[in-house]
């Protein structure tokens, strides 16, 4: 069924060769009901609803009925999971097309958890409403913590069972990305299309998002080397928050360098290198420690995809692609140790800094200390009355960082200053997430609506945040979080 209205999507991905996708509606739903919607962000991508007609918001949200001129299609590709190659696809996940927003960006629309597709490999197609309502909560505060990220614009219940380890109500998430194309489809084409689709795939994704390496001597190389910057940039800034990605396969890195998929991450509370959230990560691979390594291992793999693009000599193309790849771990540490610095109101660098930020972590990690509290009560202008600040490794840590502040070439103030704007005062805390998760999926969603409040001002303390920041808060023993499929 179409709805009246026309959002005007274009499908400009649909213009690839036909083996890059399946044209395919999503599935339709008994009942679906209307959980939460996104008016700001459908403002900004100038999508207007009447919110007061919960029917029909429903049902545009849950796939029952679509926007006129939608042509929805699942995308193919493929991916690293682990470290082991699978072909893939959106198994569960129809594309209805790209919006143009008010500032002249486009973005891909895209339902999650809306039936099976081609690519579903056995599965039910489906979601269920705790993941759906996570992703929608964790992409948003990724939002306001101003890291790029995909972003959430509606869930809907559907008024169906799925069936996991137990029963589950299901949902659907309608995602916002500036595009879904991911490490994994340039594998897909690399090894499944060949030389002409691989070719194909990357002018489109160059001029999509990259169009300032149009003119290059070497396109292609540039393209390369633009995403090795985005991707170690983003990694170094979500680490600098204590975010732990969970399962950064190739399928789950975007080329755009936005963060997609918020399956099993989580935030990190008590501050460890070897931090691990993930259900299914056994061995450790995408520990809060080793984030850095696995962007640059998913980074060979692009590098891999591309060769044939890079120069038609394979020797050439490969001494090319490792060069690029070399300047990755520069990169990402000038990222990393700006970033922390920012944290700890550093200006000017100093031969010192790094190792100040090392001792830092070495202390936090031994003493269990809370990463955000840790970083934020050095925001303010006295610590607090806490016995773990009278310890000797932290006063000996402290008279450094004092002394180090007073080489700062701006004032202690303006030190603060830029601290506080770095420092967040409210992440989602795991207790928090799974407090709000757990009354949503018991019918009450007024949990959760206060948590996804308190997240949108997460650097300046408000009254809306203030139960949150102020709370006396034990990190849940043996937290685990689950990819939710």
Excluded at 180 to 188: D, P, S
Excluded at 336 to 349: A, E, Q, T, Y
């Amino acid at each position: 069924m179409n709805y009246s209205q026309d959002w005007q999507l274009e499908n400009s991905y649909s213009d690839l060769p036909e083996q890059f996708f399946t044209k395919i509606n999503p599935v339709p739903v008994s009942s679906p009901k209307l959980l939460i919607f996104n008016e700001e962000l459908a403002k900004s991508l100038g999508i207007e609803l009447d919110l007061n007609d919960k029917a029909m918001l429903a049902n545009l949200f849950s796939g029952n009925a679509l926007p006129r001129n939608t042509n929805p299609i699942a995308q193919a590709y493929a991916g690293h999971q682990f470290g082991h190659f699978s072909i893939l696809g959106d198994g569960r996940a129809h594309l209805l097309g790209e919006k143009i927003s008010l500032d002249g960006k486009r973005y891909d629309i895209q339902f999650k958890g809306s039936g099976q597709t081609p690519y579903s490999r056995g599965g039910d197609g489906r979601a269920a409403v705790g993941p759906m309502l996570r992703e929608y909560l964790i992409s948003e505060a990724m939002h306001a913590l101003k890291i790029p990220t995909t972003r959430s614009l509606a869930v809907v219940s559907t008024g169906e069972s799925i069936m996991r380890s137990s029963l589950l109500d299901g949902a659907i998430l309608t995602r916002v990305a500036s595009s879904h194309i991911r490490i994994g489809t340039f594998e897909y084409a690399h090894r499944m299309l060949g030389y002409n689709q691989l070719k194909k795939l990357a002018d489109y994704a160059i001029e999509r998002h990259y169009p300032e390496v149009l003119d290059d001597e070497n396109t292609y190389l540039s393209f390369l080397n633009a995403v090795i910057e985005r991707q170690a940039k983003l990694v170094a800034s979500w680490m600098h928050i204590g975010f732990i990605h969970g399962v950064m396969n190739t399928d789950n890195m975007s080329i755009c360098g936005e963060t997609i998929d918020y399956g099993p991450c989580a935030f990190m509370d008590i501050f460890s290198m070897e931090r691990v959230f993930s259900s299914i990560d056994y061995r450790g691979r995408y520990k809060f420690g080793s984030q850095a390594h696995a962007a640059h291992w998913n980074l060979g793999r692009l590098a891999d995809s591309l060769l044939p693009l890079l120069h038609k000599d394979t020797e050439e193309a490969n001494k090319l692609a490792e060069a690029s790849l070399a300047e990755y771990s520069q990169i990402f540490n000038d990222a990393w140790i700006s970033g922390m610095c920012r944290k700890l109101g550093l200006h000017n660098d100093e031969a010192e800094d790094l190792s100040l930020i090392q001792k830092l972590l070495d202390w936090m990690q031994t003493e269990k200390a809370d990463y955000t509290k840790t970083f934020y009560d050095l925001s303010q202008e006295s610590l607090p009355d806490n016995e773990i600040y009278s310890s000797k490794g932290f006063q000996e840590w402290n008279a450094v960082w004092k002394e180090r502040l007073a080489k700062n070439s701006m004032s202690l103030k303006s030190s603060l200053k830029m601290m506080r704007a770095n420092n967040p005062v409210i992440i989602p805390n795991n207790y928090h997430v799974e407090e709000a998760l757990k009354a949503s999926e018991e019918g009450d969603l007024k949990v959760f609506l206060s948590l996804l409040e308190a997240l949108k001002e997460p650097f300046e303390p408000t009254i809306l945040n203030e139960p949150y920041r102020n709370a006396t808060i034990n990190p849940i023993p043996n937290y685990q979080t689950f990819c939710g499929t």
